[in-house]
């Protein structure tokens, strides 16, 4: 079983990367956006052809949420374009696209956890370009999943978690956002999920919501990554009002998982218990 994943130098990439040698039916080629260019369909075709994959993971994103205000032309160039590409190769081979959107598709205004038939309203660039990736796909290929993940993070690449631990040894104090709810996702479990999916080998298409369980602020994300670490530092909580950003956030973006976890069986961890276990 062949499966080909793109983006290999990002953080769920890289986790993919981690957990691969506990899979060694699977057959894992890994590309980074050098080696794969879904912007580019020749690029794609002509890897698609090389490798045969029965499966290809999409874990190629524009991720930089603020900077897609000022940059739509290239979040839409790789999002969306790039999403297409890589539908039109997966037809052409039939192969089965396991494709990585997220909670930003929503606007956040629900006050319950989202479920995949809620209508995407996105308040920016990103969670736009996101949504039209899905739209895409969904006209172009009909073996597809689409998993909408949150608040991803790992012991790779750039994230919240990551960026707390830096800024703890540059200053004594903190301010984190309090007021915008969600639940973080460690990379190694949505690599696991993606997983658990190719292995169950059904043809259960569609759109599926994974992050962990449980949820919180970014505050009590941050309270909780200095309290594993055991870092004495000084956090402050804010509203959202008092750290204006170019791109609005969702205040909401709790994603219900019962589809997932009843479709394919899978037993997701709670967050903090999650977190607590990147550190040991």
Same mark, same amino acid.
């Given at each position: 079983?062949?499966?080909?994943?793109?983006?290999?130098?990002?953080?769920?990439?890289?986790?993919?990367? #981690?957990? =691969?040698?506990?899979?060694?039916?699977?057959?894992?080629? #890994?590309?980074?956006?050098?080696?794969?260019?879904?912007?580019?369909?020749?690029?794609?075709?002509?890897?698609?052809?090389?490798?045969?994959?029965?499966?290809? %993971?999409?874990? =190629?994103?524009?991720? =930089?949420?603020?900077?897609?205000?000022?940059?739509? !032309?290239?979040?839409?160039?790789?999002?969306?374009?790039?999403?297409?590409?890589?539908?039109?190769?997966?037809?052409?081979?039939?192969?089965?696209?396991?494709? %990585?959107?997220?909670?930003?598709?929503?606007?956040?205004?629900?006050?319950?956890?989202?479920? !995949?038939?809620?209508?995407?309203?996105?308040?920016?660039?990103?969670?736009?370009?996101?949504?039209?990736?899905?739209?895409?796909?969904?006209?172009?290929? !009909?073996?597809? #999943?689409?998993? /909408?993940?949150?608040?991803?993070?790992?012991?790779? @690449?750039?994230? #919240?978690?990551?960026?707390?631990? /830096?800024?703890?040894?540059?200053?004594?104090?903190?301010?984190?956002?309090?007021?915008?709810? @969600?639940?973080?996702?460690?990379?190694?479990?949505?690599?696991?999920?993606?997983?658990?999916? %190719?292995?169950?080998?059904?043809?259960?298409?569609?759109?599926?919501?994974?992050?962990? !369980?449980?949820?919180?602020?970014?505050?009590?994300?941050?309270?909780?990554?200095?309290?594993?670490?055991?870092?004495?530092?000084?956090?402050?909580?804010?509203?959202?009002?008092?750290?204006?950003?170019?791109?609005?956030?969702?205040?909401?973006?709790?994603?219900?998982?019962?589809?997932?976890?009843?479709?394919?069986?899978?037993?997701?961890?709670?967050?903090?218990?999650?977190?607590? /276990?990147?550190?040991?």
């Amino acid at each position: 079983m062949v499966v080909l994943v793109t983006g290999s130098k990002g953080q769920l990439g890289q986790s993919l990367q #981690f957990i =691969a040698p506990n899979y060694p039916e699977l057959d894992f080629i #890994f590309c980074s956006s050098q080696e794969l260019d879904i912007t580019d369909l020749d690029n794609c075709l002509a890897t698609f052809s090389k490798y045969k994959p029965d499966y290809c %993971i999409n874990a =190629a994103a524009y991720t =930089a949420v603020d900077k897609a205000e000022s940059e739509p !032309e290239k979040a839409h160039l790789i999002n969306v374009v790039g999403a297409q590409n890589l539908a039109k190769s997966c037809k052409e081979h039939h192969t089965i696209l396991l494709h %990585i959107s997220t909670d930003f598709v929503f606007d956040g205004t629900k006050t319950t956890p989202y479920l !995949e038939t809620d209508i995407p309203n996105p308040t920016g660039i990103y969670g736009q370009t996101k949504w039209d990736g899905e739209k895409a796909i969904q006209q172009i290929l !009909e073996k597809h #999943f689409i998993i /909408r993940t949150s608040w991803v993070y790992s012991q790779f @690449g750039n994230n #919240f978690m990551k960026t707390m631990l /830096r800024l703890a040894t540059e200053r004594d104090t903190l301010s984190v956002v309090n007021d915008q709810i @969600g639940t973080p996702t460690n990379a190694v479990d949505l690599a696991e999920a993606l997983v658990a999916i %190719i292995k169950s080998n059904q043809n259960t298409f569609g759109i599926y919501n994974f992050s962990n !369980e449980g949820q919180c602020s970014w505050y009590d994300f941050a309270k909780k990554i200095f309290e594993f670490n055991n870092i004495s530092i000084n956090l402050q909580l804010i509203p959202t009002s008092s750290y204006p950003t170019p791109a609005k956030r969702p205040a909401y973006s709790v994603l219900d998982k019962s589809k997932i976890k009843y479709q394919f069986g899978i037993v997701i961890a709670n967050w903090e218990e999650s977190l607590l /276990r990147s550190f040991t």
